[in-house]
């Protein structure tokens, strides 16, 4: 289980300090699935970096499992199984797919680089032996990041915005891929996303808004108040639908 603890952040910005996350309490329970949602600007990558070590509250802690980690570095947590995705992942030029993935999973992974591979909708034959570099096209990229984070068995995963650069075929089999993270390798799933079949996978949806949580609950729940709140675009009198979906007269 992995507590945020009356967490605050205050960021020294160039026109002084700056609060950018107040009284943040949460608690995400084991293997669940949770996705962080809400306005531009709320404060959701700034909690993702608490949660990955890569910045200290102000003020509050953070648990696992009963383990206080406020003061633990990414290292230390990467230790402990709390992994991070990239909006952009990184490319390692000289490397090939099969290498990395061995390095991340360590020496038990030998064998199952393939089903990793597998996992994320890759053909090993095909990406085993390419190199990790500009050849791959971001939306590869992406699925070798998370094939990597398989490797690594994590406990929590942790991804900003993974929609981000990926087209809409390769989509869809991202969400397949985190379901099947999810449920197959028992991760607790916790996604940044504003993308609807994303939220559809969600066992809780917290919605951030103005540094605080605003509302937590199921997509039943919580997809009316964000329609509500974002409003029709186009403005055209669209229908909402009994499955919250809307009918555009467009
Ligand atoms: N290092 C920083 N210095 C000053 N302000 C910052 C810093 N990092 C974030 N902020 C500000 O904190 C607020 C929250 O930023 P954050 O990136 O966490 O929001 P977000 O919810 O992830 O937004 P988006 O949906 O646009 O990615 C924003 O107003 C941002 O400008």
């Given at each position: 289980m992995?507590?945020l ?14 609060e950018?996350?107040h ?14 949602t ?6 959701k ?7 990955m070590?890569?910045?200290?509250p ?7 499992d009963g383990?206080d ?13 709390v ?8 490319r ?13 999973g360590?020496?038990n992974?030998?064998?199952n ?18 190199e ?13 990041e998370?094939a990597?984070?398989?490797a690594?068995?994590l406990?929590v ?7 981000a ?5 390769s989509?869809?089999r991202?969400?397949e891929t ?10 607790t ?5 504003h993308?609807?079949?994303?939220l559809?996978l ?8 103005e540094?605080?949580?605003?509302q937590?609950g199921t ?12 409003g029709?675009?186009c403005s055209k ?6 499955d919250?979906?809307?009918?555009c007269?467009?």
């Amino acid at each position: 289980m992995l507590e945020l603890k009356d967490v605050s952040l205050t960021i020294e910005g160039e026109k002084g300090a700056v609060e950018i996350l107040h009284n943040i309490n949460l608690t995400l329970e084991d293997r669940r699935f949770y996705v962080i949602t809400g306005p531009n600007g709320g404060g959701k990558s700034s909690l993702a970096k608490l949660l990955m070590g890569i910045y200290r509250p102000t003020y509050g802690r953070i648990i696992l499992d009963g383990q206080d980690i406020t003061d633990l570095g990414i290292t230390e947590r990467a230790r402990l199984g709390v992994g991070y995705a990239f909006q952009q992942p990184p490319r390692f030029k000289g490397l090939t797919v099969k290498e990395l993935l061995q390095l991340a999973g360590g020496k038990n992974s030998f064998g199952n680089v393939c089903n990793y591979l597998f996992d994320v909708g890759l053909c090993p034959q095909d990406y085993q032996d390419r190199e990790v570099d500009a050849s791959l096209s971001g939306g590869e990229l992406k699925r070798i990041e998370i094939a990597t984070l398989l490797a690594r068995k994590l406990k929590v995963a942790l991804y900003d915005e993974p929609e981000a650069g990926i087209d809409l075929w390769s989509f869809g089999r991202l969400t397949e891929t985190f379901k099947t993270m999810h449920k197959k390798y028992a991760t607790t799933m916790i996604i940044i996303s504003h993308q609807e079949r994303i939220l559809s996978l969600a066992d809780e949806i917290i919605m951030i808004a103005e540094g605080s949580v605003k509302q937590k609950g199921t997509k039943e729940q919580i997809w009316p108040l964000i329609m509500d709140e974002a409003g029709c675009a186009c403005s055209k009198d669209c229908i909402e639908r009994a499955d919250n979906n809307a009918e555009c007269n467009r």
